[in-house]
């Protein structure tokens, strides 16, 4: 898939908000908060933030709010696209079709590792956007991509992360996604790659149902 990230603002300010979980940051900006003013601009204009007796960014209750908000829309769109996650092509059967069967996550985690399991997910979001706006798949692959990696990522674990997060952290997400075919390479045509993926939504909403998931 050949998608950038188009407004990737949002997603730095969520990160940002999350530094303040456990941190305060000086509104002098040193130490190379001055690369995140604009988002720490933002934050604070916003009402996520207030400014202390002591001149720092502190995070307040509001911020707080929406950090959890943030996470359960993460949960909520990973949860609506988990299914694809493992998809046999060559059998045409799910993973989480034998998600009862494992009595740990960690064990139906190692199932799920399997070669023969396809993560489909970015593919799927593509398919059912198909025809809207460019811009608008790109936004919708990236929601996910950013929400399945959000916790994954140690945004802050080097020094200069303010410097990375606005030049490099994200081409880690561009990376995933170009590394990723488009549902319309399943196919010897697009009509019959068109085939192939209504198939896979129409049973994948189906095993949703049967587990309640999503």
Do not use: C
């Amino acid at each position: 898939m050949n998608y950038k990230v188009l407004d990737f603002q949002k997603y730095a300010r969520l990160v940002v908000l999350k530094y303040f979980e456990n941190n305060k940051v000086s509104v002098f900006l040193t130490s190379g908060f001055e690369h995140i003013a604009l988002q720490l601009d933002w934050l604070h204009g916003n009402g996520y933030l207030d400014l202390n007796a002591d001149n720092n960014y502190v995070i307040n209750s509001t911020g707080e709010k929406y950090l959890a908000t943030a996470a359960d829309e993460r949960l909520k769109l990973i949860q609506k696209y988990d299914i694809y996650s493992g998809v046999d092509l060559s059998e045409g059967v799910f993973a989480f079709a034998e998600y009862g069967k494992f009595n740990s996550i960690t064990e139906f985690q190692a199932y799920l590792m399997q070669e023969r399991f396809s993560d489909l997910r970015l593919e799927i979001i593509e398919y059912e956007n198909d025809g809207l706006p460019e811009s608008v798949i790109a936004e919708r692959i990236f929601d996910l991509v950013f929400a399945v990696n959000f916790d994954k990522i140690d945004w802050f674990a080097n020094t200069d992360w303010q410097y990375e997060l606005l030049v490099t952290s994200f081409e880690v997400l561009e990376a995933v996604v170009a590394g990723s075919p488009s549902w319309k390479d399943y196919g010897d045509d697009e009509e019959a790659a068109k085939g192939i993926f209504q198939d896979i939504r129409a049973q994948g909403e189906s095993l949703k149902e049967e587990l309640r998931f999503g």
